[in-house]
């Protein structure tokens, strides 16, 4: 072994353990409870094993490893225990992450899977802000109207916290969360808003009616509401906010 491969397989000490957080999502069952945590909801093991088809006790045991490691955050309520995502770092890390994995996915065998793959496509929320096609757009928009700038990477400007004061949007202060933060989106393949504003701005749509959920998923569907004052706000076209 030459000094250069001494150098990869043993890290200079002190440094990031990368390789730990690495081996902690190479495993397919728990990068698949984690992709699943994406919804910002707490789950149960239970709930968990049976989204991924593991048995309860395999379910356990890698929870275990993901609280251990930071990535997965553990509530109790009772008898009942709870797993979430243990921040919007998190959750940002793992939609990166997705962004960048081949798609390897099998096909859909029916038209329910079909339709619900379309509707995270196009629409869902990422932790506790919004992606796919429309959260994209929106960031799309904002960079155009010069609310967010680019030019020192992305940033709320003077004009996007006027706009988000009008539209009566709250972004919470005094936190270590970053106010704007870029994520890469794991459909579009392209970054769409997070941070704090992200939060907010999806919190707000929720609130005014903009956007609801599609069920039990992680997708959201536009609104009459929301289609009108996101045209109105950011000038994106019905087509584009309409799921086909």
């Not at 933060?181 to 997070?194: I, M």
Request: glycine content about 10%.
């Amino acid at each position: 072994m030459d000094r250069m491969d001494k150098q990869r397989a043993h890290p200079h000490p002190g440094g990031p353990d990368l390789a730990a957080v690495a081996k902690l999502l190479a495993d397919g069952t728990r990068a698949a409870f984690c992709l699943a945590l994406l919804d910002g909801r707490a789950w149960t093991a239970t709930e968990l094993a049976r989204h991924a088809g593991v048995a309860p006790s395999t379910a356990t045991e890698h929870l275990h490893a993901l609280v251990r490691g930071n990535l997965l955050a553990e509530e109790r309520q009772g008898r009942h225990r709870y797993v979430r995502l243990a921040g919007p770092h998190v959750a940002e890390l793992v939609e990166s992450l997705a962004a960048m994995a081949p798609g390897h996915a099998p096909a859909p065998r029916s038209l329910s899977a079909v339709g619900r793959r379309q509707a995270l496509a196009h629409a869902r929320t990422c932790y506790d802000h919004l992606a796919g096609t429309v959260g994209v757009a929106i960031t799309d928009a904002m960079i155009e109207r010069e609310l967010l700038d680019l030019e020192h990477g992305l940033a709320l400007t003077s004009a996007g916290a006027t706009w988000l004061e009008q539209l009566g949007v709250t972004v919470p202060t005094g936190t270590r969360r970053p106010a704007v933060r870029s994520c890469l989106d794991w459909t579009e393949r392209r970054p769409h808003l997070a941070g704090a504003v992200g939060g907010a701005l999806c919190r707000h749509a929720f609130d005014t009616g903009w956007i609801t959920r599609v069920g039990t998923t992680r997708a959201v569907a536009v609104t009459s509401l929301g289609r009108e004052a996101l045209r109105g706000d950011l000038g994106l076209s019905d087509e584009l906010l309409s799921r086909k």
